[in-house]
């Protein structure tokens, strides 16, 4: 059964499953899960450099992670950052129209993105030669470089098992793992 995005409902049950997953995954966390993102949100929240570089920047920024079914990623996953003034009020995997309606939305493959958090790609670089297209105003963003350079570093401190790192039921785990959180939570099924 799917829950309503923006209700109470999905937003107790999706911390809920998270708070499961944190338990119970194996570590490293893989990239781009429920598990890994939740970690993102706190580390951007007690990161210092990025709370004084954002300190005036208020809006949402998803990540468009477009579909790899060859790591397990049947659907494509919208990573909504919810900021406000150097602080993540929430990181969250949600709908497609969720995702869509985010006032910046960087998408990309899931190869370039394992790109971007292995450093080898800068963020605002990729967008500016269309590695990685944004929508919303690229001035606001370079406005921000600094900010959205950190949010990279970021991602890349959490650390984590990037898809094409794993093994074939690990796949197959990322798989499921995937089916379950769009048929619950993002209304798609799999």
Known sequence: MSLEYGTEEW?????????????TEPKPYIYFTPEWVALYEKAINEDKVYREAAKDWDGSIVLHVQQAPKYGL?????????????????ARIVPPAAGEAGKFV????????MEVGRRKLDVVQGMMQTKLKLKG??????????????????AAAVGGKFPDEL????VD??????????????????
């Not at 937003?11 to 338990?23: C, D, G």
């Not at 105003?137 to 970021?154: G, M, N, P, Q, Y």
Request: proline residues 1%; charged residues 35%.
């Open 11 to 23: 937003e107790q049950a999706y911390v809920e499953e998270v708070a499961r997953r944190l338990e």
């Open 167 to 170: 093994m074939p039921d690990e």
């Open 137 to 154: 105003d690229l001035a606001t963003i370079v406005r921000f470089v600094k900010a959205s350079t950190r949010l990279t570093e970021i």
């Open 173 to 190: 785990r990322l798989r499921a793992t995937v089916k379950e959180l769009g048929g619950r939570f993002l209304g798609i099924e799999v």
């Open 106 to 113: 960087i998408t990309a493959s899931a190869d370039r993105w």
């Open 74 to 90: 049947d659907i494509d996953l919208y990573i909504f950052l919810d900021l406000a003034h150097g602080d993540c009020r929430k």
